[in-house]
């Protein structure tokens, strides 16, 4: 059983059916492109309705069940496999992996460096919190994902911190406000399979942010440009990070910044990473199917993880002044450049480019792969100067 059926699920049905299982897929929307797949069970639930997909689970006596590259799920997931005695997560390490809040509890009380926190529910709360920091703060929802509800801080002014208040807390489900200390560093994410207890780094990747205010995530780059020793502490913190939490079976995602005074975990999702980093860039980078290995995890069955390769890939993502996209030219000639993978939309025509203020609102992308770091950052730049949009 697969939870979601948009894009980010595709690479995971596919797959699936690839190798012979029989695959149930649940997506509260009729039209989600998942759905679209011949010889397939479509369930439209929602994939945060726990109740109703566990009796479907029991129902249809699955094997296994996942979500790729999506929080929102991963309680369901969890609550599914401790009813149906299946291999995956805990519920209580679900729960760490999804609410910020609670994530940041756990790993701060088990000595993994996080930044200073805050958590609070009212205005009152969030503004008393504002006090402890000097310059600026990072406020974000506890339980919401790609960037929805994420702001930078710099003025204290009373309506711009009642704005940042309610920016965030439209997004909260749980009514939950984290405020954070700014930590000034590179960012990265680290990508790792755990099988039997044991937490194997696949790979660590370089990312681009749009930067202050919102940080929208706008590329990754496989392997990090890092030196060797500092990759060595991101790895030592994000595998720490990992079973503290209590990930000892199947994937996590871990992002960090590497501090003045060393790394910090950012967030760690129990799943693969998304934006193309694990279906597409991990693949090209190292040669290990991450997304096979998900499943076999899922159905018990222990993932082939050993690197075939060392190559280097990466993805950029497009955004075009905001407005309504009347047309995109140059895909063509973009795909057509030395080393590009694939070339996509995330928008349709006719649809409104909002400000960017999240992951949701890209608008195209590019993928990669090339023998340099240097090789793959060109052939990008290349592709990206050939894709024209017309918005009205």
Same mark, same amino acid.
């Given at each position: ?23 149930? /897929? ?9 759905? %679209? ?14 109740? %109703?997909? /566990?009796?479907?689970?029991?129902? $249809? ?100 911190? %009642? ?7 439209? $997004? ?17 994410? /680290? ?38 020793? %500092? ?33 910090? #975990? ?24 991450? #997304? ?75 993928? #990669? ?24």
């Amino acid at each position: 059983m697969i939870l979601g059926a948009s894009i980010l699920q595709f690479p995971a049905i596919r797959k699936a059916k690839e190798m012979g299982l029989d695959v149930i /897929v649940v997506d509260m929307n009729p039209d989600a492109v998942g759905f %679209k797949e011949e010889g397939i069970t479509r369930l439209q639930i929602s994939t945060i309705d726990t109740p %109703k997909i /566990v009796e479907a689970a029991r129902e $249809y006596r699955i094997d296994g069940i996942m979500t790729l590259a999506s929080d929102m799920p991963m309680q369901t997931v969890a609550a599914v496999c401790e009813d149906l005695n299946l291999p995956g997560i805990t519920p209580r390490t679900a729960l760490n992996a999804t609410n910020k809040a609670e994530m940041r509890i756990c790993l701060k009380k088990n000595g993994v460096p996080v930044p200073e926190f805050y958590i609070v529910c009212e205005w009152g709360e969030f503004y008393d919190a504002s006090k402890n920091f000097v310059e600026k703060f990072i406020v974000k929802p506890a339980d919401n994902s790609g960037n929805r509800g994420i702001k930078l801080v710099t003025d204290f002014s009373i309506e711009n911190l %009642k704005e940042a208040y309610a920016y965030s807390k439209q $997004y909260s489900r749980d009514g939950k406000i984290l405020l954070e200390e700014y930590m000034e560093g590179d960012e990265f994410s /680290v990508e790792s399979i755990s099988v039997h207890g044991v937490c194997n780094i696949i790979q660590i990747t370089d990312k681009i942010t749009s930067g202050k205010p919102y940080f929208v995530e706008m590329g990754h780059t496989q392997p990090s440009r890092y030196d060797t020793a %500092k990759l060595r502490d991101i790895a030592s913190v994000a595998k720490m990070g990992v079973e503290v939490l209590g990930i000892n079976h199947g994937p996590s995602h871990t992002e960090i910044k590497y501090t003045a005074g060393g790394p910090k #975990v950012v967030e760690i999702g129990a799943r693969l990473g998304g934006d193309f980093i694990t279906t597409h860039l991990v693949p090209l980078s190292t040669g290990v199917d991450m #997304v096979t290995a998900n499943i076999k995890c899922a159905i018990g069955e222990d993932p082939d993880i050993e690197k075939k390769h060392a190559k280097c890939s990466a993805v950029r993502f497009l955004q075009p002044q905001p407005g309504r996209l009347k047309s995109v030219s140059g895909i063509t000639e973009a795909e057509a450049v030395n080393g590009v993978f694939e070339v996509g939309l995330l928008k349709h025509i006719g649809e409104i480019v909002p400000e960017m203020r999240n992951s949701l609102d890209r608008v195209a992308y590019v993928v #990669v792969q090339g023998n340099t770091s240097d090789e793959v950052m060109a052939a990008c730049e290349e592709a990206i100067k050939k894709i024209h949009f017309e918005i009205m």
